[in-house]
């Protein structure tokens, strides 16, 4: 099966079980981020070991402690917003999940196409030397768009101006958890965290915007009284 076929059904399956683990109820809801919390911790245990490294001693724990606050932080927030109505509601968790996709449809189709003609600058080459400025500003302009059809479809119940100021932080805490994974492949020397996704990588390949954009997020929505 060629590659583009294998990343079209494996995508879909994926994007069918996201929106079945947010919006059907509470117990697949904590299903669905159990399996994420333990599939993302697991894939960053051992990306040490897939390169070869051993992490002890003081290292170790550093290296260990900061990970799962990282990533079971993120899963506790995601909770919490599920929750925040004060019963279980999955469409505030999927607004974020629906904004930072788009940004990553946005920062491909914009960076492979437009990218390649008119400004290939790069934003970090020593990290993740796919990725353009232009790529960037596509995201965040998808971003946006998103947020805009989601106020407009009564998913995102905030004043249009925090619809739109939420949509550019989530975008841009995103593109810097991307970058943040990106640099932790780089320097154990890793392709991808796991290939549970095929085509796609592991859980942290596809969760690294997220780990970033939700807590940022959440706490901007609490500053402004939204939730």
Known sequence: MKPFAVRTISGTVFVAVMLTGLLVNARLFGLLTSIMAFGMLYEYIIMPRKAGWKVTGWNAAAY???GTVYIIGAMVVL???AFSSGTFSGILPLCFFLLIWSSDVGAYCVGSTLGKRFCSRKMAPT???????TGFWGGLIFCIAAAAIMKACGMLE???????AFAVLVGCVGMLGDLLESAWKRFFGVKDSGNVIPGH???LDRFDSSLAAIPVGTLYLLIFNLI
Do not use: R
């Open 201 to 203: 990588g592991g859980m």
């Open 127 to 133: 990290i993740s030397p796919n990725k353009t400025w």
């Open 79 to 81: 909770n919490f917003l």
């Open 64 to 66: 260990y402690t900061v």
């Open 158 to 164: 905030f004043p249009l101006v925090h619809c739109l």
